[in-house]
């Protein structure tokens, strides 16, 4: 009989063929824009920009990528979600599952959840489940420049469907309600194993699992059993295990504590956690604020056919703005325009690039955006005095200059070593 742990990986491999955390995972679906073998090629891409800001920041990434030579066709799809009649599940629009399913690749603006009830079904929690994204992972990282915590760096991977989003509630009796919490051995392997895989490959050497299990024995019990299974595999990655309380508590009180090191020399407390689906959310709010604002947090989903990349919702955050003495309060009550932060896209954008191979591409944007905030260009959320076309416009120019340097040309597409059109840095124009 085979043990646990064999039975993870077993369960991994005919999973891992198709889920893509990496940049040297098989390629998302391209398309030739030429027929000779030395063009570039493009990439396809369902773009969801959605109401609200998202069109904003949209705009900003795709002039960041015209800028930076990426080519890139974009599929622009509405996201519609509503109820499936026969299963009375959310469900998104056939033509958004259509449109993923032959790019392999969604970028999606958060709307802004300003005038939407409380009560409103989650928009990210149905497109996620029917593209079967189960893993979640947001990187939470300060730059120099924006650090109002300190130097934070972190990750969060997730469980992005099961546990409290597994949706199954019912009227047990008029006054009574019951929610199931659904957590089950087979996703729970399959979430573990890609935690310490994405830690093994990104140079990362602890992984932390949160948990609530001094309460829920079973269901918290059932997820650490697997993570303890899988951690086993991976002797060069340290496993620990901490009450998300405690976590909450400790994090918030020294955020120093997450940097790469302490100025004794020590190795950090916490690098990458393992949650569950509703802890995540929990530890994405916390580790948000304190890496410099939720409007900053990019986001991937993965699941065995596609890679959704998209930024952290502002909870609502776009209502407000800073007054003249840097309070913060709603928009209606000032007469300052409303905040619009493409930091967190513009990472997911980047982020997405890495992921479908471009990594020179998607570093260099990142690189160009965070000598941006180093010069002080921010936007009013994060202490600056910059609206979001003028963010944007700074960071094409770091990035016009560091093309320069390496002989890519900027907005022009010179060369910056022979002042001819170069190709893309192969430098066959020199």
């Known amino acids: 009989m085979l043990s646990t742990t064999a039975v993870a990986h077993k369960f991994f491999k005919s999973l891992a063929s198709g889920v893509r955390l990496m940049s040297s995972a098989r390629p998302v679906s391209c398309a030739k824009i030429n027929a000779g073998d030395n063009q570039p090629q493009s990439l396809q891409v369902t773009l969801i920009e959605g109401q609200g800001t998202g069109p904003v920041v949209c705009a900003a990434v795709k002039k960041i990528f015209e800028a930076a030579h990426v080519p890139v066709q974009w599929d622009s799809q509405t996201l519609k979600v509503y109820r499936e009649p026969k299963t009375n599940r959310m469900t998104v629009s056939p033509e958004v599952l259509s449109s993923a399913a032959k790019t392999g690749l969604v970028l999606r603006a958060q709307d802004s959840t300003v005038g939407q009830s409380e009560m409103q079904s989650s928009d990210s929690l149905a497109l996620h489940k029917a593209l079967n994204a189960f893993v979640g992972v947001r990187k939470f990282v300060s730059v120099e420049g924006h650090q109002p915590y300190g130097p934070v760096k972190l990750v969060n991977i997730r469980d992005n469907v099961s546990g409290e989003y597994s949706e199954i509630e019912h009227l047990v009796t008029p006054g009574v309600v019951q929610s199931i919490k659904m957590v089950s051995m087979k996703s729970s392997l399959a979430v573990a194993e890609m935690a310490f895989k994405y830690a093994t490959e990104n140079g990362h050497s602890q992984i932390t699992a949160l948990h609530k299990a001094n309460v829920m024995r ?24 901490e009450k998300l309380d405690s976590f ?69 955050y776009s209502s407000y703005c800073r007054s003249k003495d840097n309070c913060v309060v709603p928009r209606m009550l000032d007469d300052l325009e409303p905040i619009v932060n493409p930091t967190g896209i513009i990472r997911a954008a980047a982020w997405m690039l890495d992921h479908a191979g471009m990594v ?56 910056g070593e022979c002042g001819k059109g170069g190709k893309g840095g192969d430098k066959e124009c020199c």
């Not at 079973?218 to 295990?241: H, Q």
């Open 248 to 316: 909450c508590l400790n994090v918030t009180s020294d955020p120093q504590l997450n940097d790469d090191q302490l100025t004794t020399g020590e190795p950090k407390r916490y690098d990458v956690l393992l949650t569950t689906s509703l802890y995540g959310a929990f530890v994405g709010a916390v580790c948000g604020v304190l890496s410099g604002g939720m409007a900053t947090v990019p986001a991937a989903a993965y699941g065995p056919n596609v890679a959704v990349f998209s930024t952290v919702s502002d909870y609502g």
């Open 360 to 415: 020179v591409a998607g570093r260099r944007i990142t690189a160009a955006m965070d000598k941006t905030m180093l010069d002080g260009v921010r936007t009013r959320d994060m202490g600056g005095k910059a609206s979001c076309a003028e963010f944007t416009d700074a960071i094409i120019a770091n990035l016009d200059c560091l093309m320069s340097e390496i002989g890519e040309g900027g907005k022009d597409g010179k060369c």
């Open 218 to 241: 079973l269901s918290d019990g059932l997820f650490l059993k697997a993570c303890r299974d899988v951690s086993v595999c991976y002797p060069n990655v340290v496993y620990k295990e």
